[in-house]
């Protein structure tokens, strides 16, 4: 099916409001992206909700796949991992950086360039997640200029005893089995989920053998709660390499690599507990984190081996509080990672071992004050101090040491209207502190400054019974903006990170739902991103004005549910992603990447404690690709070719 046809598809779709689906019931939806649990219509600021249910009945079958139909949240497929690079408001090549993601509030974006592992989330542990779009500074730190995404795992509820057991076969050898248990009195309760996945892929050399755990074991106090969660993954994957244009004409599922792979082992734990005091709280958590991986990249005659361990310690306290009749909400907060890395490369014509220590160490705050009963004003700063030591053998350089002090806050309103209406606005600064790998391969040897952004967005929200709808336009002005720019001319080491000259990220966001029939809910969204160069030069070319490589100017999906009869429920979702600029086009001098849109459908039928589902993705069987880079002569490009049309059955069995 031709984009054209897919376009036309959509457009007819697109006449319900732009919408987004979620519980009926708004009251009892809560949000811990301000770290620490309230309903969520007292936050300054919308945020989007995804839930367990959608994730279950929707045609989604993995988390970064939530995140990107039911979230609006840009995927691309940059390496052949089953972690795609995310991006929040258009930060093209660097979105990963500037994405932050969390699970359980707890950070698991990487401090180098490297995706968040997604994939090792098992999706029948997830109870919810939380997407906040421009937000996150204050209470988390670096790399939330674009955003924050919070994963929201499972927890055990009072004398629940259940099981569950499934299996999912597709295309290309797929099969997953998952698994899970939780055993709860009135106390004490544990919670499982595993998933075992097993899958050729659609390339050659894409392998994956894929198996995660993550558990949480709960006691409840009188007024409080302690907790441990924990997890762990074990990942073999092939990398079959990006494929050239002629190559891509040729045989799209072939592999430019047919013999690299890499092998990740990694885990989490983190003990916490919340304690009620009078009408406050105080919860705190001891988080650690580890990785161990091992790439052959045969094609260039290499062995890579990294390894990262991550410490962190996160108390905070929430203190309700009245002065001359008005409430308040006032929540402080005090932050301490430790970030430890080692990365050997052993190849035939170099050595190269990199050791690096990352220490943050930040306090914050946020208030929320209720003005009047339809106005909220909110506030929050947060100070940060990080150190860098980094060490690098394979180039004569002495070893780095920078310390730098870091600073962000935001100022928030939130106004109703009356008639479910309300006005929102926020306006702040983020900060980006570059990564091992961003000051690994700099222009002069030295470490790179930290990224700083001021940002603003303001919006209208309409609420009713049945359909919410929400719009909202936001801009992000930006100095030392950390990317990665490509060499013309070169091969294996390509290039350098620097600080790029000042840009500007501003664009338009609509989101909403619409319970259009009892057995009908629509949902939507659309997003206009323009990224570009405020100023400044690349190798000699003037480039004020022009484009962020890998920022769409339009993307926009739509997804339905239609229960059928009883419990047969048939979801589908179609994504749009507009035309954009090839990755190391800066010059803006290449012809523009397609534009793309999968449409995907699921059928869910429930017979008493048994759920079947068939699924077919990309059901047009469209031939798209969601990342390409131009090469250095400017005459052609490589790309990693996404999946064509591919099918799924499923079958899972509660036990009660």
Known sequence: ???NRSAALLAGLFIVPNA???????????VTATRFQQPRQHLPLGAIVITARQIQEG??????????????????????SPNPQLDLRGFGAAGDQNTLVLLDGQRISENEQTTAQLSAIPLDAIERIEILPGSGAVLYGSGATGGTINIITKKPRARQREATLGLMLGSYDTRRLDAGITLAGDRLGLSLNANDTDTDNYRVNNHLSEQNVEGDLRFLLDR?????????????????????EAQIAEDRRQASNPDDHSATDSGHLNFGGRAELGSGELAADLGYRSRESDAQFVSFASVTRTEAEIWSFTPRIKLPYRVAGVDSQLVIGADWFDWQYRRRIDADFFTSDVTADQRDTALYFQNVTQLGPGTRLSAGARSQRTRIEQAENAFPQAPQDQTTPLNAFDLGLRQGLGGDFSLFAKWGQ?????????NGFTADGGLLQPQRSHDSQAGVE???????????VFESRINNEIHFIAIPGTNFFNGFNTNLPPTRHRGVEVDGGWQILPALNLSASYRYTDARFREGEFFGVDIAGNEVPLVPHHRASLNAAWQIAGDLVLTGSARYVGPQRYDNDQTNTFPLMPSYLPVDLKLVQRLGDWRLSAQVDNLFDDEYYSYAIRNNAGTSFNAYPEAERRFFVAAQYTFR
Request: proline content about 3%; glycine content about 10%.
């Open 1 to 3: 099916m031709s984009v």
């Open 20 to 30: 987004w689906a979620e519980e009926r019931d708004e009251a009892a939806v809560v």
């Open 59 to 80: 045609a989604i079958s993995s988390v970064q796949e939530a995140l990107s139909k039911l979230g609006g949240v840009d995927i691309r497929n940059n390496s052949g």
């Open 224 to 244: 409080g709660e302690l907790y441990s969660k924990f997890g762990a993954a074990r990942q073999r994957l092939g990398l079959p390499g990006s494929l050239s």
């Open 430 to 438: 983020s900060f980006r502190v570059a990564n091992v790998d961003d």
């Open 462 to 472: 309409w609420t009713a019974p049945s359909a919410r709808a929400r719009l909202t």
